[in-house]
Structures are given as C-alpha cells and as structure tokens.
C-alpha cells in the first residue's frame, strides 16, 4: 500500500493553495478526500497529478485545480443544499459532501453512477444521493438550491437551473462550444433577477441530454 496521504498534500499544496484557493474549507475538503480511490486501480498513482484523468465510458475526472476553483465560487458554509450535474468517477461530490449539508447528484450513465455508488458508500459519503437521469432538467423534486454545480460543458445554461436556484442561490457552469468552455458563476439575486461572472476558461466532456448537446 503507497502512502497517498503525502501525494494528496503535495496536490493541494502545489496545485491548490499556490494557485490561489483561499477557502479553508475547499482546502480541507481535498485533503482527506482519497482521490486515487475513485479511479480505476491501474491509473491510481496518477490521481494526485495535474491533470484530469479517464473513468471509463468516455469520461474523465476533473483536474484537482478545476475541482477547487468550481468548489471555492459555489461559497459553501455547511448548510446548503447542493445539486451537482455529472456524477462521474463521484469525487466532486464527496469534496461536496464536506462542504455542504445535503449533496444531490445526477448521473446519465448507469455503469458510472453505480461505480460512484460503490466508491462514496466504501469511503464514507453514503449521504450523497444518486439519481441516473439527464440532468439538463435538473432535479425539481429537491429543488430550490442554494448552488449547482454542473461537471459538463454545457452550449448555454439550461432554464430548469436557473429556476430550480433559491434566491441567493450560485449555479456554477462550463458554458461554450463542445471541446472548450468558460466557466461561469450566476448568483440570482432576485425572484427574477440573475447576475453572471466569468471565472476562467476551461474544457469539460459535453453535457449530453434533452436541453444541452445530443450524443454523438
Ligand atoms: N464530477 C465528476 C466529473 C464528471 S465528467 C467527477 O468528479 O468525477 C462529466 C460527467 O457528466 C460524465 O460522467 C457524464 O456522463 C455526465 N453527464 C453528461 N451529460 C449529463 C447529463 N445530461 N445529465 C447527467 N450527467 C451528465
């Protein structure tokens, strides 16, 4: 058995804090998170590197900086009610589960929604709550949010989020083209009211369903 603990440290100290994440609690959060334990054993002495990693079905888990950036604008103090859209590998939705009172999260292919399952229940996380479905309607059931977090670059930010955010409430969004994105930050003020922030240029795998991209 590698120690990981030393490699997750190194991650957060050289990826996260030197980049300039200030969150205490972000900072906590990807430190005892077991990265390597939610990808797939052959690839695990790459999880703490610098870069996103395959999960099967075409899929990746995000970079630990993306990871940091998204959960630093969502503002989290441990009460909120949260919504993330693309499950995958289930990392993100344990640094959620840290960050957040109650974690919801949205997965359209089964085989990746089952390993997630798998992985959160063996490390601790069994209160995020796993739905397969296409998450471009987001979850009305548990709706107002106070963030969402969508994992997926999406070509423009579909309405049920915007809807489905209290106000108050940070929905946090790769928006762009199929290969590359911005991340945005849209906080709504008001019962109609929206304001929207650029935070940096990324590149998500496409956000698949009824109101983003169609499957290719
Ligand atoms: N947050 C993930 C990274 C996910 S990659 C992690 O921490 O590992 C993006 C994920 O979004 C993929 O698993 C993909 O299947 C999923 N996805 C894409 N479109 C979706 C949709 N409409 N609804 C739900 N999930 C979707």
């Not at 075409?58 to 940091?68: H, L």
């Not at 604008?73 to 589960?97: D, N």
Request: charged share 25%; glycine share 8%.
């Amino acid at each position: 058995m590698r120690d990981f603990s030393i490699a997750r440290r190194r991650m957060v100290e050289g990826q996260v804090i030197a980049r300039g994440i200030t969150d205490q609690r972000v900072i906590d959060a990807m430190l005892k998170v077991p990265r390597h334990k939610f990808v797939e054993e052959a690839l695990q002495s790459q999880a703490y590197q610098d870069a996103p990693l395959p999960i099967g079905e075409r899929q990746t888990i995000s970079q630990p900086y993306m990871v940091a950036v998204m959960s630093q604008s969502l503002a989290l103090s441990g009460s909120e009610t949260v919504l993330e859209i693309g499950t995958g590998s289930g990392y993100q939705a344990a640094v959620l589960a840290l960050l957040a009172d109650r974690v919801f999260s949205l997965e359209r292919i089964p085989s990746l929604a089952r390993r997630a399952r798998k992985v959160l229940d063996e490390c601790g996380f069994s209160k995020v709550n796993i739905r397969v479905a296409d998450g471009t309607r987001g979850w009305q059931e548990m709706a107002p949010f106070d963030a969402i977090m969508v994992t997926a670059g999406a070509p423009e930010v579909p309405q049920d989020y915007l809807d489905q955010l209290a106000v108050g409430g940070r929905l946090v969004i790769p928006v762009g083209d199929r290969t590359s994105q911005v991340l945005m930050r849209i906080t709504r003020t008001g019962a109609r009211e929206y304001e929207d922030e650029r935070i940096l240029g990324c590149r998500f795998v496409p956000l698949v369903g009824s109101c983003a991209w169609q499957e290719e």
